[in-house]
């Protein structure tokens, strides 16, 4: 079969290093792509948000499956493009979608359906939104409904500060359209946790855990990234947590998605707050993360294909996922300046590494036959080892082995308190 993969960064590398691995697969496109991607599939100069002509590129090229990596095509309605065309696509449709979509939607959500989640209010009016402060207590969070490159979340620690981030969002529209409401939360404080699902339908089928790590330095310091760094499993999912999130979370999740008649077909990836050992939901998105994919695809023994058709034609289950026992860690190597302004276009140095590691490409690009860096987050080393101990070893013995101009990286990724 061939396949389609939507993206440019490691999330979609780490799809398409897997998807290379079914024996049910002959070709694989990326579109658009990155150095990585190019050596198990074939890059698409397509960028990931033009719905018209990658859907024209799937149906000129009888494209057997499509699976769609970021948010963006997601919440515009590839899904629902595609299947009007009779192409197979995995990931949700739009009305699905606007549980990354809109802040206020996934609030509505679950509040409906007894989803534990902070408190919170909605707003369009500058006005009613400063009243509005009123009901909460400091520090809160203040939150663009919309789309904004994960830069849409402020917590404020003032009245004054609060007040500033709603004209800067309604009036000064520093998020554009984005930012036409807003949602103001209570603050959670507790331990970041996340868990990825794959939805059929109203069936919720957990992967194996994952924990991220946002700051860009050392010792959580500094500013929030995309990430830059992951490891599977997390020993925060205890047996007594996953039973709380099970009954809690996961079945007024499966309940709403049967009531609203949400024919879910993709990644629920849930962001939680785990506070005195209670979950709350902090977020939803609907597709895989980055760089949790990084972590949980080395570690998946299933057949890719199968769980991707599996979960499109609703026979998914829980039996057909099947992981590797082993820990998997990955350390992302990134360009100075980041998660602020920094230079592309530096070559990239590379040489031989254990065969113990993957290297999953984030932000690169090939110029003349030449690796550059492409992106903020650029490469991301990855192994599976015995223990947490072991695959730090490998990874930061390896890392050595890899330059550019300004390259920098976290020395503490996998270090299990």
């Given at each position: 079969?061939?396949?389609l ?13 897997k998807l290379?691995q079914?024996?049910?697969v002959?070709k694989i496109?990326?579109a ?12 698409i100069d ?5 719905v ?6 799937a149906?000129n090229n009888?494209?057997d ?6 948010e963006?095509?997601?919440?515009l ?9 009779n ?5 949700p449709?739009?009305f ?12 509505l959500?679950?509040?409906k359906?007894?989803?534990?989640t ?9 006005d009613?939104?400063i009243?509005g402060?009123d009901?909460?207590?400091?520090p809160l969070v203040?939150k663009?409904?919309g789309?904004c ?20 969002i ?7 359209e ?8 209570e ?8 868990l ?15 924990k991220?790590y ?13 990430g ?5 499993p ?5 047996k007594?947590?996953n039973?709380k ?9 499966s309940r709403?998605l049967?009531s609203?008649n949400?024919?879910?077909k ?12 209670e979950?709350?939901?902090?977020e939803?998105?609907?597709?895989f993360g980055d ?5 949980l695809m080395?570690?998946?023994k299933?057949?890719i294909v199968?769980?991707?058709?599996k979960t ?7 039996s057909?996922l ?6 998997c ?9 980041y998660p ?18 993957i ?6 690009r090939l110029?003349?036959g030449?690796?550059?860096t492409n992106?903020?987050?650029v490469?991301s080393?990855t ?5 947490f ?5 490998i990874i930061?013995?390896?890392?050595y082995n ?10 503490d990724?996998?270090?299990i308190?």
């Amino acid at each position: 079969m061939k396949v389609l993969v939507i993206g440019s960064g490691g999330r979609e590398h780490a799809l398409c290093w897997k998807l290379a691995q079914s024996k049910q697969v002959e070709k694989i496109y990326c579109a658009p792509g990155n150095g990585g991607t190019s050596l198990v599939a074939e890059n698409i100069d397509i960028k990931a948000n033009d719905v018209d002509k990658l859907l024209d590129f799937a149906y000129n090229n009888k494209i057997d499956l499509t699976v769609v990596g970021p948010e963006d095509p997601l919440v515009l309605g590839i899904a629902d493009a595609f299947e009007a065309h009779n192409l197979k696509v995995f990931g949700p449709n739009k009305f699905c979608a606007q549980l990354e979509g809109s802040k206020d939607f996934s609030k509505l959500f679950m509040e409906k359906y007894q989803v534990p989640t902070a408190r919170y209010k909605s707003f369009i009016d500058i006005d009613e939104a400063i009243k509005g402060l009123d009901d909460f207590d400091y520090p809160l969070v203040i939150k663009a409904d919309g789309l904004c490159l994960g830069k849409g979340v402020l917590i404020c620690q003032s009245k004054l500060e609060a007040e500033a981030a709603l004209r800067d969002i309604l009036e000064k529209k520093i998020f554009g359209e984005e930012g036409n409401k807003v949602v103001i939360e209570e603050f959670l404080d507790g331990i970041e946790a996340s868990l990825l699902c794959f939805v059929s339908g109203d069936k919720i089928i957990p992967m194996e855990s994952a924990k991220d790590y946002k700051k860009i330095y050392d010792n959580d310091k500094g500013l929030n990234t995309g990430g830059v760094g992951c490891y599977s499993p997390s020993p925060l999912f205890t047996k007594e947590l996953n039973q709380k999130i099970e009954e809690k979370v996961l079945k007024n999740i499966s309940r709403g998605l049967k009531s609203e008649n949400m024919n879910f077909k993709g990644i629920l990836f849930i962001g939680f707050m785990i506070v005195d050992n209670e979950p709350k939901v902090l977020e939803f998105n609907v597709r895989f993360g980055d760089p949790e994919t990084e972590v949980l695809m080395p570690r998946l023994k299933s057949d890719i294909v199968d769980l991707f058709q599996k979960t499109i034609d609703g026979s998914l289950d829980a039996s057909d996922l099947t992981w590797d026992e082993r820990v998997c860690l990955t350390v992302v190597m990134t360009s100075k300046g980041y998660p602020e302004s920094y230079t592309k276009g530096y070559e990239i140095q590379i040489k031989e590494l254990d065969k113990d590691t993957i290297l999953f490409h984030n932000g690169t690009r090939l110029n003349d036959g030449k690796l550059e860096t492409n992106g903020g987050r650029v490469l991301s080393l990855t192994t599976l080892g015995k223990s947490f101990d072991q695959a730090r070893s490998i990874i930061y013995r390896n890392l050595y082995n890899i330059s550019f101009e300004g390259a920098q990286y976290r020395n503490d990724i996998g270090i299990i308190s």
